[in-house]
């Protein structure tokens, strides 16, 4: 089985711009999960999709959106960049059977915003 | 406030000997525990996770314990080996939020030849 892939793997975006992320799950895995990895925060959880519907939120602006389509791909969306969006962002997806749970990460996003 | 806590942010273990990576958590709600590998600027592995209604699970040289009572979880490997070295994070989460892992700050371990 093919893992969790995101494209790009590395951006560099000017302030004030918009950037899209795009992350591939794991055939037959239903939820994606965003998080942000920064050295100070370290990982932080964004949102969380299944079925196309948002089903949980972190706690973060309004400027992070997402979304997630039919074939259970999922983009996210940072409009009106900041100095401080810069962070690996990496994108998950989870199967849950019976009591196992497991969430396995693609190799993330590098976004540098200048 | 930290739900989950990795309190040693580094541990060195000899080849062969078995390397205890510990986790303690606040939430009661949790229901799922992971615990992940970690190299710089890459995405973390999955190694292994356990359901709150079990204490144990193995998986090859891995094996979690789970002590709900005292809301602690530890990591074993046994045999160590110079390819773990890496940082260990520790991660859960909720039942109908499972999608939305809580993770600790990480231990880095360093196992010499």
């Known amino acids: 089985k093919a893992g969790v892939t995101q494209t790009p793997r590395y951006l560099i975006k000017t302030r004030g711009q918009q950037v899209t992320l795009s992350c591939s799950p794991i055939?037959?895995?239903?939820?994606v999960s965003w998080y942000q990895q920064t050295p100070g925060q370290g990982l932080q959880f964004l949102f969380e999709?299944?079925?196309?519907?948002?089903?949980n939120k972190g706690n973060f602006p309004g400027r992070f959106s997402g979304r997630q389509f039919s074939n259970s791909r999922s983009e996210m969306n940072v409009s009106t960049l900041e100095l401080g969006d810069s962070a690996l962002y990496l994108c998950?997806?989870?199967?849950?059977?019976?009591?196992?749970?497991?969430?396995?990460f693609g190799p993330g996003t590098r976004l540098t915003v200048t | 406030d930290q739900q989950v806590k990795q309190n040693s942010p580094s541990l060195s273990v000899q080849e062969g000997r078995i390397s205890i990576l510990n986790c303690d958590y606040t939430?009661?709600?949790?229901?799922?525990f992971l615990w992940y590998k970690k190299y710089p600027a890459e995405g973390p592995t999955f190694l292994i996770s356990i359901s709150s209604i079990k204490d144990k699970n193995e998986d090859g040289r891995f094996t979690v314990f789970l002590n709900k009572s005292a809301k602690h979880l530890s990591l074993h490997i046994v045999p160590s080996q110079p390819g773990d070295s890496a940082v260990y994070f520790c991660?859960?989460?909720?039942?109908?939020?499972?999608?939305?892992?809580?993770f600790g700050k990480g231990t880095k371990l360093s196992v010499k030849p």
């Open positions: 055939s037959g895995h239903r939820s």
């Open positions: 998950a997806s989870s199967s849950l059977a019976g009591e196992t749970y497991e969430q396995y």
């Open positions: 991660a859960a989460s909720a039942w109908g939020s499972q999608g939305n892992l809580i």
């Open positions: 999709y299944f079925s196309e519907t948002q089903r």
């Open positions: 939430n009661s709600m949790f229901d799922y």
